[in-house]
């Protein structure tokens, strides 16, 4: 991969701030894309046990760790050329058995939200910024495994 550049950097951040402008309306947006392609996805998280509750803390902390972690994934792709992830994470990630269709799936519905959260602003350039983010972040979670 060739070094993730300040204009990616500058995507995801910009971008990311517009998710955090109403994180509990993209959390529900993206666990609602989760659960759309992925029923039983409901199982890996146990605060969807009763489905998507905008009122659920724990739905809302965790969609905004997620979209955390792939923004500071960038910032470690521009900073250092790759991304480092915690050890205890990947090993949450190998316990639940976590595949790599569900990767794929976590990376369409994290695209979904952004897509929803900057409308307008949306390009394959801002795209493509998450994506590599979200990629480098996921193999780092393997890795881990």
Do not use: C
């Amino acid at each position: 991969m060739g070094g993730f550049t300040e204009k990616q950097e500058a995507l995801v951040n910009s971008s990311y701030e517009a998710f955090k402008a109403n994180v509990p309306q993209y959390s529900v947006v993206f666990y609602t894309s989760i659960l759309e392609k992925a029923p039983a996805a409901k199982d890996l998280f146990p605060f969807l046990a009763n489905g998507v509750d905008p009122t659920n803390p724990k739905l809302i902390g965790h969609a905004e760790k997620l979209f955390g972690l792939v923004h500071d994934s960038a910032a470690q792709l521009r900073a250092k050329g790759a991304v480092v992830a915690d050890a205890a994470l990947g090993s949450l990630h190998a316990q639940k058995g976590v595949t790599d269709p569900q990767f794929v799936v976590v990376k369409e519905a994290l695209l979904k939200t952004v897509k929803e959260a900057v409308g307008d602003k949306w390009s394959d350039e801002l795209s493509n910024a998450w994506e590599v983010a979200y990629n480098e972040l996921a193999a780092a979670l393997k890795k881990a495994f």
